[in-house]
């Protein structure tokens, strides 16, 4: 299937590793001009020549940004940066890190504030600084524009001991739907994905903060992760990427509003 991206822009967020990295990779593979951001201009600039690198495109279209998401000014430079070097932005994906483990009553009150930042507030700074490029580029002749957030599959079913992510998750659908409904008659949608257990560097600290003090292995937790899937493994990244590259295509126009778990099963719930 032919996605439709070649000479499409995106901006990834949160993409010098893991979630992001691999779907900038796969954005890129299909011929998507890509900025890819993160808060280190020495992991972002190798991780934007190492996307370069695999996926055999030019140096300059495979471009990296220092932003913190959290810093809404820096997230507004950032976009029209992308925008100056690209001439349009017709794809954006909202990331950033996941907070840190802990129950509800057990994460302490500054705790709060900081992970709806990094998870909730930084997506919807990151649209709203875009929305007026993605209008641009949905008005155009063969109008194009996509937004897809990476949020988490605690946003549909809670994580245990992962409070603070199960809550600012369930935020961004709550946003992600009322974008989708604002934006959708200009063309734009607007989606979420929800990853399960997937293999990157998040996931191995949180396996060794749940491990911790039990005498368990890394292993041995991820084991325990898979057995609560379907599927009875970890995924990996490039399976999350492919999801998001699909919803970023073309052929994906008439998918909006929507939150698409990734996870292997892992979800249980009918609706
Ligand atoms: N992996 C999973 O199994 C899984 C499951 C459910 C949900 N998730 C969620 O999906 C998201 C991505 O997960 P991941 O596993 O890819 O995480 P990761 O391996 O920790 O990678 C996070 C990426 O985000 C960047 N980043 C972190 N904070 C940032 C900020 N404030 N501004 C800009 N960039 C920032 C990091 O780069 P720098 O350090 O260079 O800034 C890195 O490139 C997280 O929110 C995570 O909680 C992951």
Known sequence: MDLQLTDRTAFVAGASKGLGYATACALAAEGCRVAVCSRNETRITEAAAAIADATDQPPEAVVPVVCDVTDEA???????TTVAQFGALHVLVTNAGGPP??????????AWPAALKLNLLSTIALCRHATPHLQAAAAEDDGHARIIMIASAAAKEPIPRLALSNTARAGVLGYMKSLAADLGPAGITVNAVLPGYTRTERLNDLADSTRAGTGQTREAVFAGW????????????????ATVAFLAGRPAGYITGTAVPIDGGRTKHLL
């Open 101 to 110: 483990a802990g129950t509800a009553t057990s994460v302490g009150p500054d």
């Open 226 to 241: 898979a057995e609560n899937n379907a599927l009875k493994r970890i995924g990996a990244p490039a399976e999350f990427a």
């Open 74 to 80: 820096a997230v507004a430079h950032a976009i029209e």
